[in-house]
């Protein structure tokens, strides 16, 4: 049984959508209070290796992405899940399991308005720390130079 089929089976009933998009990438929508114990599997049952974590802002909430290779079978597993609520976006961290997450955690912290409860260091990597507080650059209409739509 490859990675893929295992996933499939042990989160059968977190899955909200499953979609293989070639021989090679698949994506997993799950609900947000899902995804520590999902990491866990992937991370520490699977030994999937964490790649990184993508933040999206979309018009029905922020998306996060997170992306997971299967280096055995040369596969790339993305687990997707919305933050439905724009006004206070928040997660658990995965920082816990992957100590490599903290650092995009932050990022996506500063840049997107996401609060990841848990994490150990929210606190600015990029941006100035005189930053106005609530001004995210990578939402939408939001950020020097950006316009509404």
């Not at 929508?29 to 520590?36: A, F, R, S, T």
């Not at 903290?102 to 609060?115: C, F, P, T, Y």
């Not at 990578?138 to 130079?145: D, K, M, P, T």
């Amino acid at each position: 049984m490859n990675s893929i089929e295992i996933i499939k089976d042990k989160l059968s009933n977190k899955i909200i959508k499953f979609e293989k998009k070639n021989s090679k990438r698949y994506y997993i929508d799950i609900i947000p209070e899902d995804i520590v114990s999902v990491t866990k599997m992937l991370w520490s049952e699977l030994e999937l290796r964490f790649i990184i974590a993508t933040g999206i802002d979309r018009r029905d909430g922020i998306e996060i992405i997170y992306h997971f290779s299967d280096d055995k079978y040369g596969t790339v597993v993305s687990i997707r899940t919305l933050l439905a609520n724009k006004e206070k976006p928040e997660i658990d961290t995965i920082s816990k399991i992957i100590k490599g997450a903290e650092w995009i955690e932050r990022e996506m912290w500063e840049l997107l308005g996401i609060n990841f409860n848990g994490h150990p260091n929210l606190k600015h990597l990029l941006l100035n720390e005189d930053w106005p507080e609530g001004n995210y650059p990578l939402r939408q209409g939001q950020g020097e130079g950006r316009k509404d739509d």
